[in-house]
């Protein structure tokens, strides 16, 4: 296929998910799409550098008999799907060919449609749909005493874990997350304050725990209250919360990811008519909520609504800066500080608001790594995709070695972990919000 022309002028535009019409779910139409995509893709190559879905289809291509996509088996093709974890850099990045270019290229709405024909024909592993259901696994190992020690005693335990790898298919090596049956939502205790409008900002915020931030990392949420308060922001738990469904999506689920928007989108839209702004401490689920969702329900009012009034925390607490209201009397320095941009963070188009705000606390200098961790919430613990997830973190632990900076920092904590434990030196890993709190001194 010979180009007409590269890029636009125009900002690349996002068509919705017609995930609902019949032609989404036909083989035979999938296949058609995914010969000319790759083809677009094969006389490109620009996204050589991000996942390994581009080398995955550029080898399929280069050993065919044709050295064209015409040569590779359809069969194939599912193995380049299988490399996508949706981090939609390609996208926003890298791709000449997105909307509103004629060719129309959505190279991870293609690969989700993959991955949905594929969890409905009954493909996916058992494994994955264990480790995507991180709402029902965190509920059920927090729900009866010492049950979450002995799952975090065993998932330290070397037999038990090559036992997981030989048998499910759990990368021996992986670091597993924690869990705590003291979740956030059981310690959360806001006070309430007056708080003040600033800009888009009401000043009244509900905090979307997520499942990692509940029941891997509860002692965030206190960051989070404290800084917020600090802030003159007055911060509440969303009244009641299930997982925001983007492990489910990555997995193709998509009757899944509609189950959980039908629990989360009433109440969120409700608290919203309350007047509350809305965050999370994790970039993937705020993207689901700005994004994902939104391309899925383009005419739902109350995703709509939903989408309208979620931020970034950070993205946030930078409007209250903007607008004068960002407290920035700082009891300490931070030093300098590694700080590895989440992929999707990069994607919601907000530029490195963590960073601008961590700049302000003075004596402080954050080093802004651009590259993805090749975490991915699954792909890395996956034995199968373990070796791949650490070739695409090889660029990111090169930087975090070479500045030998004292933190380490990811607005996504499993990719801080991550790259902490590929690195040679032990770097003081947390999440930015943390930091901030630390620089507070509260």
Sequence with gaps: MKAQGEGS??????????????????????????????????????????????????DLVDESSTLEVDGVDKADYSKVVDQCYLCDLCYLTKCPYVPPHEWNVDFPHLMLRGKAQSFKAGKARLRDRILTSTGALGKTITAIPLVDVTVNALNKNPLFRNALDMTIGVHKHAPLPSYHRNTLRKKFSPAKIDAKPVGAT??????????????????????????????GISIDLVNKEACCGMPKLELGDLDSVNALKEKNIPILAAMVDEGFDLIAPIPSCVLMYKQELPLMYPDDADVLKVQKAFFDPFEYLYLRHKGGEFNTDFKQTLGDISYQVACHLRVQKIGYKTRDILNLVPGTEVQTIERCSGHDGTYAVKKETRSKSLKIARPVVRQVNAANNQHLVSDCPMAAVHIENLAEHEPVTSHPMSLLRSAYGI
């Design 202 to 231: 009401t000043g009244k915020v509900a905090f979307y725990a997520t499942c990692y931030g509940n029941y891997h990392t509860p002692d965030l949420g206190e960051d989070f209250i404290k800084v917020f308060q600090h802030n």
């Design 9 to 58: 002028l125009q900002a690349p535009t996002r068509h919705p998910l017609d995930w609902k019409a019949d032609s989404f779910w036909q083989p035979e139409e999938l296949n058609e799409e995914l010969e000319r995509v790759f083809d677009i893709c094969h006389g490109c190559r620009r996204c050589v550098s991000l996942c390994d879905a581009f080398p995955t289809l550029f």
